[in-house]
Nanobody, 124 residues
Framework: QVQLVESGGGLVQPGGSLRLSCAAS??????IGWFRQAPGKEREGVSS????????WYADSVKGRFTISRDNAKNTVYLQMNSLKAEDTALYYC???????????????????WGQGTQVTVSS
């Protein structure tokens, strides 16, 4: 099972940017997703990237502001977050789903490994 460690969270003002990193023990044949969970709310999908072909998906709430990318040589997936809003405040998790295709995992149940999360707080 792949191990995942998130980093890059912090406190940022509205309109600011952060780049989250998800370091994996291996990225070979794994699709990666980013999720977030705010206090009192369910965990929700934010973005995902396929193992092959670079297919991506974004939640409507972050489309045009967030960009997901992967560097297989570094076993790392990034989530660049721009134009941050207070409602983006949450604990952000990355997760891995085994795949050797362009499949984009959609639901939480598709993922088999999870990181511990990194806190993002957007506040003035």
């Amino acid at each position: 099972q792949v191990q995942l460690v998130e980093s890059g969270g912090g406190l940022v003002q509205p309109g600011g940017s952060l780049r989250l990193s998800c370091a994996a023990s291996t990225l070979d044949d794994y699709a990666i997703g980013w999720f977030r969970q705010a206090p009192g709310k369910e965990r929700e999908g934010v973005s995902s990237i396929s193992a092959r072909y670079g297919n991506t998906w974004y939640a409507d709430s972050v489309k045009g502001r967030f960009t997901i990318s992967r560097d297989n040589a570094k076993n790392t997936v990034y989530l660049q977050m721009n134009s941050l809003k207070a409602e983006d405040t949450a604990l952000y998790y990355c997760a891995a789903a085994w795949s050797n295709t362009g499949w984009l995992p959609y639901s939480i149940g598709d993922y088999e490994s999870w990181g511990q999360g990194t806190q993002v707080t957007v506040s003035s």
